[in-house]
């Protein structure tokens, strides 16, 4: 059991160590990579019915106990990402034998595909603040060499102002650690929630939490800290784009949940003012870039950034109701978007381009296509019956709850907006006719190829309509996690023992 | 001792802010390195600092019988340091092959990606 949760980042590891001899070898490299993240879906898996079974589990690494030691710790939150991170790595690692060329699998593709999903499963079963630096460094320098491997010109050019702006925000999370350490002792999440309520001193820990919503927003994408963003996800070939986009800015996310539920005091008013703020101008500038936007991907990439502020407003606003719409919206948004970058680069095979007015007539040549594409991307702008109108409606409810109307007519409106740029992508690639007239049809691929690129995409998208359709267990799933995330008792019992019983009456 | 270690990292940040403003890459990473080594002096001041002995518990021991320094901060900034490290030297070979195949390293002119006015065919 104890290696159990080891394992989401044991078994990437190994695999990125299998691949790498087998890189000059393509076809054996990728059958190890797509085992592997099969692999990693079945422990997944086992990590989320061990945690409905029996509460959050924690793991002391190396029988160091708890506030000393490196703790790795699964809850509701934790183990739902690991099962879509591993589903995405999966789906991802499949469409990589089609979409990645020989060279890049020759530089090693597999290897840093696989620390990615290391880095990225680390940061989500840690629970140590500067163990989950390390793991956001792994998925980092991982996520850098995936971008520019290859060495396009485009590439470089992104690639270094991806790099630049990253490592801002890894230099602002390594000082916010080394003064959360200096102000309490510890830098156990767990133990961080009971030391840093005993400590008498508002400014300084004002002053942690706003550089630790700066340090995770830069990762996350949040306004004014996306501009890396658009400027470098449509450079790599779109495999990489898709498990970027589905998965990188949404660990950053994720340590905003975890650190504005656990470690900070959850009734410091100003801060999710802040997030409030940002969430809102991050929905509308995501939303408002998209629509200037004129190439499939680009248009696609400011998108993720408005949906990051749905992610951030259900933190900000701060209910179960509202945390549980993040969390399930998390989930759809991970699905939805990589599957819309999957289709992307399928219909750039197809039609030769990215570019809206240079393309087209996708619906007629694969009409199979077009209806995946439908799914996510209504999905994304929130009709119903999919997974987005659940989503939406769930953080719709809360902001209503709470009479924050403003937050309501903004988050509509980014739907309308959303649904805009949808229909202006589904207007000009799959309907419209394709200007030069030579869209090819999905039947002229090779049979090989058909199935690499249809089936992670039918997989996802059958998953949208999976939680768009049965939405129940889905959501109260996402509203036990919420009031786990709200009411730690239980992770704290499971990282510190149940002494810690004791500790929590302080507050 | 911790007022003259604090004004150094201020001076270490305000260099490397300063250089970080400018257009050239190389000096915007040369801030980057200043920066990083200000915090990883940060963090240990952070871990307080003391004249004291080794960590090391003697033989027969449970507990060290006289004060001890922090471990801690050191493991961390020695991890720190060695992420930091990789992290700049995969920066450095970056700039260099970006310089290499771009000719340039005025970030105002590496446009490529983003090109100033996109263009819009009407359609016809």
Same mark, same amino acid.
Request: glycine share 8%.
């Given at each position: 059991?104890?290696?159990?949760?080891?394992?989401?980042?044991?078994?990437?590891?190994?695999?990125?160590?299998?691949?790498?001899?087998?890189?000059?070898?393509?076809?054996?490299?990728?059958?190890?990579?797509?085992?592997?993240?099969?692999?990693?879906?079945?422990?997944?898996?086992?990590?989320?019915?061990?945690?409905?079974?029996?509460?959050?589990?924690?793991?002391?690494?190396?029988?160091?106990?708890?506030?000393?030691?490196?703790?790795?710790?699964?809850?509701?939150?934790?183990?739902?990402?690991?099962?879509?991170?591993?589903?995405?790595?999966?789906?991802?690692?499949?469409?990589?034998?089609?979409?990645?060329?020989?060279?890049?699998?020759?530089?090693?593709?597999?290897?840093?595909?696989?620390?990615?999903?290391?880095?990225?499963?680390?940061?989500?079963?840690?629970?140590?603040?500067?163990?989950?630096?390390?793991?956001? @460094?792994?998925?980092?320098?991982?996520?850098?060499?995936?971008?520019?491997?290859?060495?396009?010109?485009?590439?470089?050019?992104?690639?270094?102002?991806?790099?630049?702006?990253?490592?801002?925000?890894?230099?602002?999370?390594?000082?916010?650690?080394?003064?959360?350490?200096?102000?309490?002792?510890?830098?156990?999440?767990?133990?961080?929630?009971?030391?840093?309520?005993?400590?008498?001193?508002?400014?300084?820990?004002?002053?942690?939490?706003?550089?630790?919503?700066?340090?995770?927003?830069?990762?996350?994408?949040?306004?004014?800290?996306?501009?890396?963003?658009?400027?470098?996800?449509?450079?790599?070939?779109?495999?990489?784009?898709?498990?970027?986009?589905?998965?990188?800015?949404?660990?950053?996310?994720?340590?905003?949940?975890?650190?504005?539920?656990?470690?900070?005091?959850?009734?410091?008013?100003?801060?999710?003012?802040?997030?409030?703020?940002?969430?809102?101008?991050?929905?509308?500038?995501?939303?408002?870039?998209?629509?200037?936007?004129?190439?499939?991907?680009?248009?696609?990439?400011?998108?993720?950034?408005?949906?990051?502020?749905?992610?951030?407003?259900?933190?900000?606003?701060?209910?179960?109701?509202?945390?549980?719409?993040?969390?399930?919206?998390?989930?759809?948004?991970?699905?939805?978007?990589?599957?819309?970058?999957?289709?992307?680069?399928?219909?750039?095979?197809?039609?030769?381009?990215? @570019?809206?007015?240079?393309?087209?007539?996708?619906?007629?040549?694969?009409?199979?296509?077009?209806?995946?594409?439908?799914?996510?991307?209504?999905?994304?702008?929130?009709?119903?019956?999919?997974?987005?109108?659940?989503?939406?409606?769930?953080?719709?409810?809360?902001?209503?709850?709470?009479?924050?109307?403003?937050?309501?007519?903004?988050?509509?409106?980014?739907?309308?907006?959303?649904?805009?740029?949808?229909?202006?992508?589904?207007?000009?690639?799959?309907?419209?006719?394709?200007?030069?007239?030579?869209?090819?049809?999905?039947?002229?691929?090779?049979?090989?190829?058909?199935?690499?690129?249809?089936?992670?995409?039918?997989?996802?998208?059958?998953?949208?309509?999976?939680?768009?359709?049965?939405?129940?267990?889905?959501?109260?799933?996402?509203?036990?996690?919420?009031? @786990?995330?709200?009411?730690?008792?239980?992770?704290?019992?499971?990282?510190?023992?149940?002494?810690?019983?004791?500790?929590?009456?302080?507050? | 001792?911790?007022?003259?270690?604090?004004?150094?990292?201020? $001076?270490?940040?305000?260099?490397?802010?300063?250089?970080?403003?400018?257009?050239?890459?190389?000096?915007?990473?040369?801030?980057?390195?200043? $920066?990083?080594?200000?915090?990883?002096?940060?963090?240990?001041?952070?871990?307080?600092?003391?004249?004291?002995?080794?960590?090391?518990?003697?033989?027969?021991?449970?507990?060290?019988?006289?004060?001890?320094?922090?471990?801690?901060?050191?493991?961390? $900034?020695?991890?720190? $340091?060695?992420?930091?490290?990789?992290?700049?030297?995969?920066?450095?070979?970056?700039?260099?092959?970006?310089?290499?195949?771009?000719?340039?390293?005025?970030?105002?002119?590496?446009?490529?990606?983003?090109?100033?006015?996109?263009?819009?065919?009407?359609?016809?």
């Amino acid at each position: 059991m104890s290696w159990l949760l080891a394992l989401p980042f044991l078994l990437p590891i190994a695999t990125a160590l299998a691949t790498f001899p087998a890189r000059g070898r393509g076809s054996l490299c990728g059958i190890i990579s797509v085992l592997g993240c099969v692999l990693m879906l079945g422990v997944a898996i086992s990590i989320v019915a061990l945690v409905e079974i029996s509460g959050p589990t924690a793991v002391q690494m190396g029988e160091w106990t708890a506030p000393f030691g490196i703790t790795l710790v699964a809850d509701r939150l934790s183990a739902i990402m690991l099962l879509i991170s591993a589903l995405v790595g999966l789906c991802v690692s499949l469409y990589s034998l089609s979409d990645i060329d020989d060279c890049r699998i020759k530089l090693g593709f597999h290897s840093f595909f696989q620390l990615l999903l290391a880095g990225v499963c680390g940061s989500f079963i840690t629970g140590d603040l500067f163990n989950l630096y390390v793991w956001f @460094e792994v998925m980092l320098i991982a996520s850098f060499a995936l971008l520019v491997l290859g060495g396009d010109r485009i590439q470089l050019d992104g690639g270094v102002k991806y790099v630049a702006l990253n490592l801002v925000s890894t230099l602002l999370m390594l000082t916010s650690i080394g003064m959360i350490y200096g102000l309490t002792g510890t830098l156990n999440m767990a133990q961080l929630h009971i030391s840093l309520a005993s400590v008498d001193n508002p400014v300084a820990i004002s002053a942690l939490a706003v550089l630790f919503i700066c340090a995770f927003g830069i990762k996350a994408a949040i306004f004014p800290l996306f501009f890396w963003l658009p400027a470098s996800y449509h450079a790599p070939p779109v495999a990489v784009t898709a498990v970027f986009a589905g998965l990188l800015t949404k660990v950053g996310v994720y340590a905003l949940i975890r650190t504005f539920t656990l470690i900070f005091p959850t009734d410091l008013g100003f801060t999710h003012n802040i997030l409030l703020g940002a969430a809102l101008l991050t929905m509308l500038t995501g939303v408002l870039g998209a629509a200037a936007q004129y190439e499939f991907r680009k248009i696609l990439a400011f998108h993720i950034i408005s949906q990051i502020g749905f992610l951030v407003l259900g933190l900000a606003l701060n209910s179960p109701l509202a945390l549980a719409g993040s969390v399930f919206y998390m989930v759809h948004n991970i699905v939805a978007k990589t599957n819309l970058f999957l289709i992307s680069g399928t219909a750039q095979r197809l039609t030769g381009g990215y @570019e809206l007015n240079e393309i087209g007539g996708i619906y007629k040549a694969s009409p199979l296509l077009s209806i995946f594409f439908f799914i996510a991307a209504f999905s994304l702008a929130g009709f119903p019956p999919l997974s987005g109108f659940w989503a939406k409606l769930l953080l719709l409810k809360a902001s209503l709850d709470q009479a924050a109307y403003l937050v309501a007519a903004v988050a509509l409106i980014t739907g309308a907006l959303t649904l805009f740029s949808m229909s202006k992508i589904w207007a000009e690639v799959f309907w419209k006719g394709h200007p030069k007239g030579y869209c090819s049809s999905l039947y002229a691929l090779p049979r090989k190829e058909r199935f690499q690129r249809l089936l992670p995409v039918a997989l996802l998208a059958l998953i949208t309509l999976g939680l768009g359709l049965v939405p129940e267990p889905f959501i109260d799933y996402s509203l036990d996690a919420a009031s @786990e995330l709200l009411e730690p008792k239980g992770y704290l019992d499971a990282v510190l023992g149940s002494e810690s019983a004791q500790y929590t009456g302080n507050h | 001792m911790e007022g003259p270690l604090a004004i150094v990292v201020g $001076i270490l940040i305000a260099t490397g802010v300063y250089l970080m403003l400018a257009r050239d890459l190389l000096h915007y990473l040369f801030g980057l390195v200043l $920066i990083s080594n200000a915090a990883n002096l940060a963090i240990f001041i952070a871990g307080r600092l003391t004249r004291a002995a080794p960590p090391l518990v003697p033989k027969g021991l449970e507990v060290p019988p006289m004060p001890i320094a922090n471990p801690l901060p050191q493991a961390l $900034i020695l991890t720190a $340091i060695v992420i930091g490290f990789g992290l700049l030297a995969f920066a450095l070979a970056l700039i260099a092959q970006a310089y290499k195949v771009l000719g340039t390293l005025d970030v105002d002119t590496m446009r490529i990606a983003e090109p100033a006015a996109p263009k819009r065919k009407r359609k016809p």
